[in-house]
């Protein structure tokens, strides 16, 4: 991808994209698909053959599997090769992510080891700290902790307690506090600890081993789901640590904090993506060999919804999830001149890209929440079974939406974000909705003769991304400053936005992949497009319109909802047949292949 064609964080929406310059899941080398079938393999062997043992909280099997998959480099897919990694770019990452995101409680603990647990020290940390830490993270000799959240301090981090005070020769901090919701906890060896240093106003970051006296962990907290990840309280009673364990600079770890929660927003996105196809595979073969009233289950319409929604909300996903993957190799690729360190420019690749990290988060984990859900129906009194993988499915999915800032956190996120680059001057999003709004009496939906197929698609999203943009603009200058407290209306827009950068990246990914397959190997893709735009212009609508009829006066809010009416019609579609051709093909192959 050219450097004039690197997106910006926030810039889809005033930016029309070529098909040709996203990537998409079609796109994979031969060597990142073994990295793929690598994982699975380990998953399918190692995993799934004691998922009840895990699930009872075993904390020893759990660490064992996990160092296995550290022996076989696992571990270090994101890891450079010089500290004992493989070195692999952002989309080889999550496509393993996503592989691993279909081991239920195994995926929190590998991830949270990889993720969160490791790459704190590998981004922010020296080369002496990457040396002794990092490496041995890798191999997985070490396993590793994220030490944030306190009983006090959830969504806002930085009000917590935890103090680290140097002592009186200069040699030691001396740590004190209490920190919850651990994963890992049980069995890390290496805690990334976030505490205060004596009175400052914001966090700095600790290395902390688990072995150093004063240390204390508390029993495995007992949770709805996700069973076999370790979850405990850590007690940090006068520890003394190193200087040298300093991450980064005093004062950085807020900063360190909220980094790494953007690649694990990221990171997520591709977990529930392979939860979700794994759910959708076993729902369709019960579907298949589940009669009632003397036919298979699948065979009815009611079922066939189920279905089709489950495949139509877990590709769009896909779609984004890899788009916006390989835009950070992108941009990595071309800021790394200006960094001499790895670690601070990958981070600052995936950081930028914080508006798209949200919208992820949110959406993967509502879509997988969606389909655990119709899981359970579709499996009904059985799905209530323990016995049955949808339990384990459902019960553990739920986490998603708290993990890595709650998804109310990240809907406010996501527009904020976006507003407060654009006033920055990153990209002409009031300039451009300025000139849509001196337009408002005269605005048509667009639509020509002829046009084709892409071609009214295009016009669909183009249209959409305009009627965000009046929305946001008419928003923010009658309520100025006080847009930021008014919640309710701040989700709307970004109800309105996420849907808008799926749809998108949906429809790139469809139009790429035409020219990759042919027509015929698109078939499938553009019921799912259809579907998916179909539905997306009415939820645009509404959204648009509850925040209209919630700020703007009566005379205001008429020309909105005109122009918004006008911007989100679409052609009718017979949703039916569509989604009855997809839950067809799921239920011929058995399993999902999308």
Known sequence: MENSNILKSGEFLVKDINAQDVFIPENFQEEQLMIADTVRAFIETEVYPHLDALDKGDRELMKSILKKSGELGLMGISIPEELGGFGQNFVTQMLAAEKVGAAYSFSVAFMAHCGIGTLPIMYYGNDAQRQKYVTKLASGEFIGAYCLTEPGAGSDANSGKTNATLSADGKHYILNGQKMWITNAGFADTHVVFAKIDNDRVLSAFIVEAGMPGVKVGPDEHKMGIKGSSTAQIYYNNVEVPVENLIGARGEG????LSILHMGRMKLGANVLGAAKETISFSVKYANERKQFGTLISNFGAIKYKLAEMIIRCYAHESAIYRVSNDIDSYFAMIKPKFDDYGRCMIESISHYAVEDAILKVYGSEMLDYIVDESVQVHGGMGYSAEMPADRAYRDSRINRIFEGTNEIN???????????????????????EKLYAEIDSLTDGKQSGESYFAEKHRYISNFKK????????????????FFNEQEIMNNITNMIMDIYIAESLMLRVEKAGTIKGEEGIKYGKEILNVFAYDAASRIAKCAFDAVYSFAPEAEAEKLVKAVKTLTTVAGLDVKTARRTLANKLIEDNTYKF
Do not use: H
Not at 417 to 422: Q, V, Y
């Open 467 to 482: 009627a965000a943009l009046i929305i946001i603009n008419s928003a923010y200058k009658t309520l100025g400053k006080n």
């Open 254 to 257: 807020f900063r360190v904090a």
């Open 411 to 433: 809907r406010l996120l996501v527009v904020d974000t976006e507003l407060k680059r654009a006033m920055k001057g990153e990209y002409p999003l009031f300039e451009q909705a």
